[in-house]
Structures are given as structure tokens and as C-alpha cells.
């Protein structure tokens, strides 16, 4: 073979010319290949759509791609040239917004079929923050629909699977975004969390991910589900880009849209989340763990679980830290969950309000009712009481008053703990079992409730995986939380990223290593979600 014949014949092999690698990049490696000139942001644009149009079928992380996204890109290229002032935080970084945050260029729907025309006219607070810090919003994802369940399945987007088990749900309600990153569709994506829902999917994806402080991102444009309990925040792959993000997204700004804005303290109002991550150490702090949110009862679910938070608890120990158990009875998370859960009463009066505002055009229905007299929704195996239930409820229910006197109580009860055994953060697993299969009737066993009610932050890190499977070659991920008290977003960050140095724990999925070609687009493609694969269990209403 002539020179000439090996070199088309090789690059005819290579997977890709592009400078720019998309597998696993953060914002950093990112930003270095745009700032020394190896990239473009058309490029990056451009590899990322790639991925999505080759892999997506894998998981069906993908809701709709944004047409603008290549515009947008090429954008980002001329202030590059023009080379005129500052770049924001998030200058050319491909992200991906959960399909319940309002964005004005394309349809928010909740992942529900009856919603898939809703348009608002004005993007949410937190997406006006993304664009005006610089970031390109590549498209919407996949969620457990309207967010309500930890499944991830939605008559507009089918079910998404699990990155690393054919057979599992990749968590919830943010699963499409959990699944997305772990498969580098992006450089990281948003989601929200009423219950567990930023948590349970970075569990699920080996991710990280921050729930934060009640009042410290504002949640208006964002599909609600309860005033009490709803916040909006970032899924990464590392902690450096969670800190990053939460700091676009956190401002600080009072936004009276959302009154619990104005409960932001003045010293953190501002904070660069991501300035001083190396400076903790996990030398001399104390974590509680939290004995009642683990299922001791030996299982391949609950098994794997139990072994990689040994694991973790001993290098955290190692590390020259203290974890000390936390045995008291109130820290029973079914029985929080009964008791305390306040969506119920509160779903269909904020949802109603959402559908109603003038700002929201296109075909939509005008209220919660309407919505589920439909047939346009999923039901789930129980019959949907969540839902029945939350149809004749609402916050004049008498019962709800005692709920909220309950959340005030546990909150009291939480700060005791702290202070009583002297303790910097709690730890526990996410979920007591592995994230559930495909099919089941919810996402049991998670943890998440006690943040949800008490407002508290919780940091969110791979802590292992379960022994490889047929179906799971890299096993599946486990996640563990660390929660703090009100405002210590940068304390628990620090944590975190102490935590990362200990060792890496997370894997990119076998399959998503793969290289693919980077296409050149004039247009951005369709991406069509597969609906074809939700499972019997779930058929379309009526309730
Ligand atoms: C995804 O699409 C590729 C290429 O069309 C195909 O080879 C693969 O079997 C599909 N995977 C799934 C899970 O459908
Ligand atoms: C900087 O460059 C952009 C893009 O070329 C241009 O639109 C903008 O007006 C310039 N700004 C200044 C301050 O020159
Ligand atoms: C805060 O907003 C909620 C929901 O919009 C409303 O019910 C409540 O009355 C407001 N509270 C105050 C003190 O403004
Ligand atoms: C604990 O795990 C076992 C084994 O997987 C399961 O049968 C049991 O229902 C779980 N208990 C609770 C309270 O979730
Ligand atoms: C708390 O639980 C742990 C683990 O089950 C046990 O070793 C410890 O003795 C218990 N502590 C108290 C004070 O009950
Ligand atoms: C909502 O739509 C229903 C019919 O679908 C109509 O009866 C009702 O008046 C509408 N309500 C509002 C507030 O527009
Ligand atoms: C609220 O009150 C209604 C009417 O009594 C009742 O049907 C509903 O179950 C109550 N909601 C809750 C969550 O208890
Ligand atoms: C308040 O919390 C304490 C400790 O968890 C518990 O013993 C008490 O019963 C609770 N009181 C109410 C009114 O919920
Ligand atoms: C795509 O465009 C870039 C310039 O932006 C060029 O270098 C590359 O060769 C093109 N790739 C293909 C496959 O046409």
C-alpha cells in the first residue's frame, strides 16, 4: 500500500477526526480546547448531536433537540472571534434541561402527551441564567412524567433505561438526564427534585448531583408539584462542574415570583460555589449515619448497597474523619413519607396555577382536571392514588396544617441531631436497594424525603457499583447522599470533592465508550422519542 492508500485507509478507520472528545468532557477540558484554539463550538455542538442521533436508541434519554442549538453555536464561535469582552461561566457548554423547565424556543411538557404543544413565552429564571452565562441548551430530556414517580417512563417520551442494566429504570423523575450524562450527551444537565428526583437518578448514573437549600434557586417556570417541597438543580460528572453550575443557577437574586427566594441569607448571596473546592478537608469532621435508612435484611438488592457504603464510610474514615451511627427511630423514611408528604394536597392547585398563567401559549390543558380527564397520561400499577388522591385535596384540607406543623417539628428534630452529636454532615445510600427494574410498580426504597421536608442541601456522589450481571457488565451504580444544614451548599461541595480525591468510583457505561463521527449538520436533527417501549404496566389513563 502507498503512503496515500494507508492514510485514507486509516482515517476511514478512525473513529473521528475532531480534536474535541465529548466522552466524559467537564467544563474545564471543555473550555481548554476552545481557548487554545483546538475547537470550535460548532464542533463541540456538533459532536454532541452525534452522540445523541448514534446512542440515544440505547437509553431514549431524548426528549426533543433544540433546532436552535447550531445557531446558538455559531454564535458562540463569532464572540470567540470578535474576542471582545469576558466569557461567562458556562461560554460554549452544551447542557441538557429536564422537560419541565419553561424554555421559549421550544415546547416544555412535562413529558406528557397532553402537553406536548404547552409553550411558554419566557424562559425560566434558571434557563435565562444558563444562556446568559453563555451555555448552549442542546435539547430536553426524558422524566418520569410530571415528574411525579422515579421510574422514568412518559407517554410523550417512553420509558428511558438504565445506561449500565438493560433490564433497570435509570432512576427518577430526572432519569433522562441522569441517563444522558452518564452517557455524555451533554457536558452536564438540570433537573428538579420534590422528593428524590435530583438524587435518585445521579445514583442511578454513577453522577453527582446537588439538591439545594430551600429558597436558594428560584423554581419559577419550572412545572410544580409542591410549594413545600420542590427545588430545581444540576447533574454532572464531577463535583467541580456541580459547583460551577449551582452557581450560575443560584444568583441569589430575590425572585417574587418565588417568595421563598427572599429566605437567602446576605453572606451567601453570590457565592462562587466552585473558587475554593480543594480548600476543605475531611480531617476532624464529623458525619452521622443515618442507621434507619438502610434495609440490613441481606439481598442481591439491598446487599451490594450495604457493602459499597462500608466501603465508603471506611476510606471516609481512612481520610481522618469521624462516622458515628445515628440510631434514633424518627429517621425512618416510610414513615416520614406517610406521615409528613405534602404534595398530595398541593399538585393540582400550583399545577393549575402553571397551566393558567397568561405568559404559557400553544395547546394546552387549562388545569390539573382537565389534564387528567384526558387519557393522555400514564397510569401506574397502583391506580395512580397519588393522583386520585391529590384531585380532592388541597391546602385547605385540615390534615395539612397538622403536616406542615409535622415538617416543622422534624426540622427542629434534625437540627438536635447535629448539634447534639457535634456533626458536620449525615451520610446514607440514596436508595436502601438497587435502583428497580423495568416495569415495577414504583421506585421504592429511597431516602430522599428527609431533605424534601426539611429543606436541607444534600450532596449527591457515586459511591460503588453491584457485581456485573448479563445485563449489567459494569454493574450497577450506587449513590450516597450527604446532607447538611440549611445554606452549607459550599461545605458540603467541599466534602465532596474530598470525597472524589479518595478515588474514582464512577465508569462511563461500556457501550457509551465508543467514539462516534462527528457529522457535519446544516440543520440540527429530529430526534424522535421511542414511546414504543413502555412497558404493559403502565397503560394510558383514564383514572
Ligand atoms: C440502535 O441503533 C443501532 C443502529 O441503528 C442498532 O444497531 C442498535 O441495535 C439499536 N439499539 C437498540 C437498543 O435499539
Ligand atoms: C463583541 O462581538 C460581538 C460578536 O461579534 C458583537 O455582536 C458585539 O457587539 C461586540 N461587542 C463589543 C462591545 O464590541
Ligand atoms: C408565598 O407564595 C405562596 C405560593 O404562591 C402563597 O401561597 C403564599 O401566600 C406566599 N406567602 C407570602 C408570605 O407571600
Ligand atoms: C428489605 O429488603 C428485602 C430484600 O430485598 C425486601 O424483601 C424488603 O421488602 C425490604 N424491606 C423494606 C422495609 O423495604
Ligand atoms: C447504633 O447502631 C449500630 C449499628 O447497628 C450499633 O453498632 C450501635 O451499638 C448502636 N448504638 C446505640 C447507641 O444503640
Ligand atoms: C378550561 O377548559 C374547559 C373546557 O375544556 C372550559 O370549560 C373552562 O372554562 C376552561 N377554563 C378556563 C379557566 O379557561
Ligand atoms: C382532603 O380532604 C378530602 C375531602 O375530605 C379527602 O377526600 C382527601 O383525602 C383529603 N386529602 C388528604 C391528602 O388527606
Ligand atoms: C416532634 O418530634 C419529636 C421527635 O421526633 C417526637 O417525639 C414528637 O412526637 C413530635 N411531635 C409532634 C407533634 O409531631
Ligand atoms: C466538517 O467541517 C469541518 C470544519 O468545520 C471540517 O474540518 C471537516 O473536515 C468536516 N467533516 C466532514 C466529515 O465533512
Not at 428526583?197 to 453522577?207: C, K, M
Request: proline share 6%.
Amino acid at each position: 500500500m502507498r503512503i496515500v492508500e494507508l492514510l485514507a485507509a486509516t482515517l476511514a478507520l478512525a473513529p473521528s477526526t475532531a480534536a474535541f472528545d465529548p466522552l466524559e468532557a467537564t467544563i474545564a477540558s471543555t473550555h481548554h480546547d476552545l481557548y487554545t484554539g483546538l475547537t470550535t463550538c460548532r464542533e463541540i455542538v456538533e459532536s454532541f448531536i452525534s452522540r445523541i442521533e448514534s446512542l440515544n436508541n440505547r437509553t431514549n434519554a431524548i426528549i426533543a433537540l433544540n433546532p436552535y442549538a447550531l445557531e446558538d453555536a455559531d454564535d458562540c464561535d463569532k464572540k470567540l472571534a470578535a474576542n471582545n469582552g469576558t466569557y461567562g461561566r458556562l461560554f460554549g457548554i452544551p447542557i441538557l434541561l429536564k422537560d419541565n423547565f419553561d424554555t421559549s424556543f421550544m415546547p416544555t411538557t412535562g413529558a406528557n402527551a397532553d402537553m406536548a404543544h404547552s409553550q411558554p413565552t419566557v424562559d425560566a429564571p434558571s434557563v435565562a441564567a444558563f444562556k446568559n452565562a453563555g451555555a448552549i441548551i442542546l435539547g430536553k430530556t426524558n422524566l418520569h412524567e410530571l415528574a411525579l414517580e422515579g421510574i422514568s417512563v412518559s407517554s410523550l417520551g417512553g420509558q428511558t433505561i438504565n445506561p449500565y442494566d438493560l433490564m433497570r429504570t435509570p432512576g427518577g423523575s430526572s432519569g433522562g438526564t441522569g441517563a444522558a450524562i452518564a452517557a455524555s450527551f451533554a457536558v452536564w444537565g438540570t433537573g428538579t427534585d420534590t422528593v428524590n428526583s435530583l438524587r435518585s437518578p445521579a445514583s442511578a448514573n454513577s453522577l453527582w448531583s446537588l439538591r439545594p437549600t430551600r429558597g436558594l434557586i428560584s423554581r419559577a417556570g419550572v412545572i410544580p408539584i409542591s410549594y413545600t417541597q420542590d427545588t430545581i438543580g444540576p447533574i454532572a460528572r464531577c463535583v467541580q462542574d456541580v459547583a460551577t453550575a449551582l452557581t450560575v443557577m443560584a444568583e441569589g437574586k430575590y425572585d417574587a415570583d418565588d417568595n421563598v427566594t427572599a429566605l437567602v441569607p446576605a453572606g451567601i448571596k453570590g457565592t462562587d460555589y466552585g473558587s475554593s473546592l480543594s480548600a476543605g478537608s475531611l480531617k476532624g469532621l464529623r458525619f452521622g449515619l443515618l442507621e434507619g435508612f438502610f434495609n440490613r435484611t441481606a439481598s442481591d438488592e439491598t446487599t451490594p448497597v450495604n457493602d459499597a457504603m462500608r466501603m465508603q464510610v471506611e476510606k471516609i474514615r481512612r481520610a481522618g474523619a469521624t462516622v458515628v451511627p445515628i440510631n434514633d427511630t424518627i429517621y425512618d423514611a416510610n414513615k416520614i413519607i406517610s406521615a409528613l408528604d405534602v404534595q398530595r394536597y398541593e399538585y393540582r392547585e400550583e399545577l393549575t396555577k402553571y397551566l393558567q398563567k397568561p405568559l404559557l401559549s400553544g395547546i394546552h390543558p387549562n388545569s390539573t382536571e382537565e389534564l387528567y380527564a384526558s387519557d393522555k397520561f400514564l397510569v401506574l400499577p397502583s391506580g395512580y392514588e397519588y393522583v386520585t388522591t391529590s384531585l380532592v385535596s388541597s391546602t385547605s384540607n385540615a390534615s395539612y396544617d397538622t403536616a406542615l406543623a409535622g415538617i416543622q417539628n422534624l426540622t427542629l428534630a434534625l437540627q438536635k441531631t447535629f448539634v447534639a452529636s457535634h456533626l458536620d454532615a449525615l451520610i446514607y445510600p440514596e436508595q436502601k436497594n438497587l435502583v428497580v427494574k423495568l416495569g415495577s410498580p414504583s421506585q421504592s426504597g429511597r431516602n430522599g424525603i428527609l431533605a424534601a421536608l426539611t429543606g436541607s442541601p444534600v450532596v449527591t456522589v457515586p459511591a460503588g457499583f453491584s457485581p456485573a450481571t448479563d445485563t449489567a457488565p459494569d454493574g450497577v451504580p450506587i449513590g450516597m447522599e450527604i446532607l447538611g444544614r440549611q445554606w452549607t451548599e459550599q461545605k458540603l461541595l467541599q466534602i465532596a470533592y474530598q470525597i472524589e480525591q479518595l478515588g474514582r468510583v464512577r465508569k462511563t457505561p461500556s457501550w457509551a465508550r465508543q467514539r462516534v463521527n462527528v457529522r457535519n449538520y446544516t440543520s440540527v436533527p429530529t430526534i424522535v422519542p421511542n414511546v414504543g417501549n413502555i412497558p404493559d404496566e403502565y397503560p394510558l389513563g383514564q383514572l
